[in-house]
């Protein structure tokens, strides 16, 4: 507890103890041992007898001296940091040389660390440092900023205090109820423990792409954004003016809060990348992380859809679109992020010809036989033709969900785009072509936790055995076996949806959906909140008129929220 004082030349309780040991008068001993180590002031020592006479113990009244003399000490402190003096910084050099041995008394280490805080102006001796290191309970209470210079040296120590909020970061995302975008907590403590320090900055993104070609989750892609923007809103500019990538990312934000790459925009970005010059292609590798973002990709799709939808109207080709060129270029750059940065080859992958030649068109066609549908529903009966809606799917739409990245991206999106627009025909007609994807990205979690979500809206088509034959038999159950995911996603559907299903169907689904034997906590918990709702539902069946649930839990990943994110200019400047 008074590990130091003897440095300073000031007894402790060892030396007193010592004292007391070797002496033949304890009482006088205990006299001379407080007048060298009292309160070295003359007329005191007259008066603290009266405080004897009124009960006040000596310990009481010299802790509340040293209390006083301490606030003065750390008040004066601040004066000489906020001074304009010259001689300031050697003051407190000189002041933290001095204190420092009494680090690890706790009533001392206040003022230590008031010293030693970067904000005064004091650089932290290297010494000192390893000393703070190698002392856990010293090194836990010690500023952040003090840390700081402790990382930036030792990146396995830094490593070691950002891992478990890396991994935080990826359960809330992953969670029923994820935070607000750059918003959330682990977000928040990433940038302080950052603060004004590149060499710091530079370490996490290392982190961030290590972990992305460790595990292939999009979600450190959102992070790598995230983390940018968040300094961008604190106005750290000692960081963002060093990122290559800052204000590309600036401007996708402002796009991806809007949810629509506008033209304006789009030349914006596209300077951004064709501005990237030679020598420096390894900056592809960072931006193509934050373009794989699914906030950003979910951005890109939606606007090629609405200029798909606006090239139709205009009788054009995708091809003589610039905007659509760009977005498809970016999409594909999102795309080819994990291939990039695994192989360290920073050049945009190229884009396939015949998605733009062949499967945009055949997408095109899909969306003018649902147009005309929409339009004929309309029609009085008599000028209705006697033609029905489509079931097949064009060839080379079915091909290239299977054998092109970008082309399924933008497929899946379609397919949520439609969903969310509650259209029945067009999901019935596209769900079965999704069973072959390219590398299955159609089961993957991001998609599927949407695409659940957007079933919801049809929950009342639950109740025809044709819906239901399309979404269960036709899509989930196709590889619900071997994908614990896809299992998990329909039970967790069918908790919220179950009174919609079809009651025969709904036995056949509940024998098929029981979970084997080695599967995990999380699927048999939901297998029996699912089999208790039901027989809740058997004792006291619900209203025929009440609404279904739309609360399912999911991760909303591609909804960038408004309200509560940090306004930037819609352009940077």
Wanted: some cysteine; overall charge negative.
């Amino acid at each position: 507890m008074f590990a130091g004082l003897p440095e300073l030349g000031i007894s402790n309780g060892e030396d007193l103890k010592e004292t007391l040991t070797n002496c033949t008068e304890p009482l006088k001993a205990i006299d001379q041992f407080q007048m060298e180590n009292g309160i070295l002031l003359p007329t005191l020592q007259s008066a603290l007898p009266f405080l004897d006479l009124h009960g006040t113990p000596r310990l009481e009244f010299h802790q509340s001296v040293f209390d006083e003399l301490r606030e003065n000490l750390m008040e004066r402190v601040a004066i000489i940091a906020e001074g304009k003096e010259d001689d300031r910084y050697a003051k407190l050099e000189e002041l933290l040389e001095k204190s420092f041995p009494l680090v690890k008394m706790p009533s001392i280490q206040p003022v230590v660390m008031t010293v030693a805080h970067p904000h005064n102006g004091v650089q932290v001796p290297e010494k000192k440092l390893k000393m703070v290191m190698a002392d856990k309970e010293l090194y836990k209470v010690c500023a952040v900023e003090v840390k700081r210079q402790i990382w930036q040296d030792n990146q396995a120590l830094f490593g070691d205090e950002v891992s478990p909020l890396l991994k935080q970061y990826i359960v809330e995302k992953e969670s029923p109820s994820p935070k607000t975008r750059r918003q959330g907590e682990v977000v928040l403590k990433l940038t302080q423990m950052i603060g004004k320090n590149v060499k710091l900055y530079d370490m996490v993104l290392q982190f961030l792409r290590t972990l992305f070609l460790r595990t292939r989750n999009v979600h450190y892609c959102t992070l790598r954004a995230e983390l940018l923007m968040s300094l961008h809103d604190l106005d750290i500019s000692e960081i963002c003016s060093v990122d290559p990538c800052h204000k590309f990312t600036w401007c996708l934000d402002a796009c991806i809060r809007e949810k629509f790459v506008d033209g304006k925009r789009a030349r914006e970005l596209q300077g951004f990348l064709d501005g990237v010059k030679k020598g420096q292609e390894q900056v592809l590798g960072d931006l193509s992380m934050i373009l794989c973002d699914p906030f950003a990709c979910n951005t890109l799709v939606l606007s090629i859809i609405k200029n798909v939808q606006e090239l139709l109207s205009q009788d054009a080709l995708p091809r003589d679109s610039p905007d659509l060129m760009l977005l498809l270029r970016m999409l594909s750059l999102g795309q080819g992020a994990w291939d990039m940065i695994d192989s360290q080859v920073f050049k945009e992958p190229r884009l396939e010809l015949e998605v733009v030649t062949r499967f945009l068109p055949a997408m095109m066609s899909v969306v003018v036989d649902d147009h005309i549908h929409v339009v004929e529903q309309k029609l009085p009966s008599e000028e209705k033709s006697s033609l029905s809606y489509p079931t097949a799917l064009p060839d080379a739409f079915i091909r290239y969900l299977q054998d092109n990245r970008v082309a399924c991206e933008m497929g899946l999106y379609y397919v949520l785009h439609i969903a969310k627009l509650r259209n029945k025909n067009a999901l019935l007609r596209l769900l079965p072509a999704l069973v072959e994807t390219y590398n299955d990205m159609a089961f993957g979690d991001i998609f599927l936790h949407l695409l659940m979500g957007h079933l919801t809206l049809l929950s009342d088509e639950f109740g025809s055995e044709d819906f239901c034959s399309v979404v269960f038999d036709g899509f989930l159950l196709t590889s619900f076996s071997s994908k614990e995911n896809v299992h998990r996603h329909t039970l967790r559907m069918l908790v919220h949806l179950h009174h919609k299903v079809l009651a025969s169907y709904m036995e056949t689904l509940m024998k098929t959906l029981e979970p084997p034997k080695q599967c995990s906590e999380p699927m048999k918990e939901l297998y029996t909140q699912l089999t208790e709702k039901l027989e809740s539902q058997k004792k006291s069946p619900p209203a025929a008129d009440e609404p279904p649930s739309l609360d399912l839990g999911l991760h909303p990943v591609t909804v960038a929220p408004t309200s509560s994110t940090p306004t930037t200019p819609s352009t940077p400047r």
